[in-house]
C-alpha cells in the first residue's frame, strides 16, 4: 500500500511550489495537499487532491484577532476531520499560515510532523511550528526519508 502523505502550503507559492516538485518527482506516495484560498488557484489545474483550510494571522487589534481566532480553531476542526477520514502517514507543513491549523490537528491526533524550510531563514510560522514538530528538514532530506 501507498504512503499517504499530507502536503501543508498556504499563502504564496513560494510555499507551495517546493510542495509540488516534491509531489510531481515521488510518484508512489498519495500526496494530499491542504491549502488555503490564496494557493488553491496553483492546484486547480493540476492532477492532486487538495483540500482548502480555514487559516489566519493574528492581529493585534482585539476585533480582528477574535474573528481570525475562530478561523484558526474552524481550520484545526477541518484539518482534524480530514487526518481521520484520510489517515495520512505523515503531515509535511512547507509554510504559511495555513500549517498552524493543520499541524496543530496532526500533533493533537499524534501523527508525525515534518517541517521542510526552503529558505536559509526560517520563516516565523516554521519557526514557532518547529518546537512541536518531529524533524525539520529540507528536499534533499525528504526524498531520502521516501526512497
Not at 499560515?97 to 510560522?125: F, R
Request: proline share 3%; net charge positive.
Amino acid at each position: 500500500m501507498n504512503k499517504k502523505v499530507f502536503l501543508v502550503a498556504g499563502g504564496t507559492g513560494g510555499h507551495l511550489f517546493p510542495a509540488l516538485a516534491l509531489a510531481q518527482s515521488l510518484k508512489l506516495i498519495d500526496f494530499i495537499f491542504l491549502v488555503d484560498k490564496r494557493t488553491e488557484k496553483f492546484l486547480k489545474n493540476k492532477k492532486f487532491k487538495y483540500y482548502v483550510i480555514p487559516a489566519s494571522h493574528i492581529h493585534k487589534n482585539i476585533i480582528l484577532m477574535l474573528f481570525n481566532s475562530l478561523k484558526i480553531i474552524h481550520g484545526i476542526l477541518r484539518s482534524m476531520i480530514l487526518i481521520l477520514i484520510k489517515k495520512p502517514d505523515l503531515v509535511v507543513g512547507f509554510g504559511g499560515y495555513t500549517s498552524i491549523p493543520c499541524l496543530l490537528a496532526a500533533k493533537l491526533l499524534g501523527k508525525k510532523i515534518l517541517i521542510h524550510e526552503q529558505n536559509s531563514v526560517m520563516g516565523k510560522t516554521n519557526r514557532v511550528l518547529s518546537k512541536i514538530s518531529d524533524k525539520v528538514a529540507n528536499v534533499v532530506t525528504i526524498v531520502t526519508i521516501f526512497t
